[in-house]
């Protein structure tokens, strides 16, 4: 058995998570903060026999494609001195961070 853990762009968890029940996978969504941008993530948890781990994966690429995102430059750390002028700058958003783990032991109690 593997453990598949993505973590996914919450504008993108709620089809996903549709798109993989659809498939019979079932699925554990826990909320998440990104570290970079502070901004809310989900994080996904599906147990899967291994030979429906690339079945998995490509539901998920399907659902999450990275796009760009115009965002305002975060305003700096106290201490900086002078008038601070926020620009936009463009970052790529979406997509998915995937771990597949190995599960020594499964138990449904």
Known sequence: MKLIIAIVH???????ID???????RVTKLATTGGFLKAGNTTLLIG???NQVNRAIKIIKN???TRDQTIVSPTPMA????VFIPYPVEIK???ATVFVVNVEKYLKL
């Open 19 to 25: 798109d993989l029940t659809k498939e019979d996978f």
């Open 10 to 16: 919450d504008d993108d968890a709620h089809n996903l």
């Open 93 to 95: 958003i979406g997509g």
């Open 63 to 65: 659902n999450c494609e």
């Open 79 to 82: 201490g900086t001195a002078g």
């Open 48 to 50: 899967v026999e291994e």
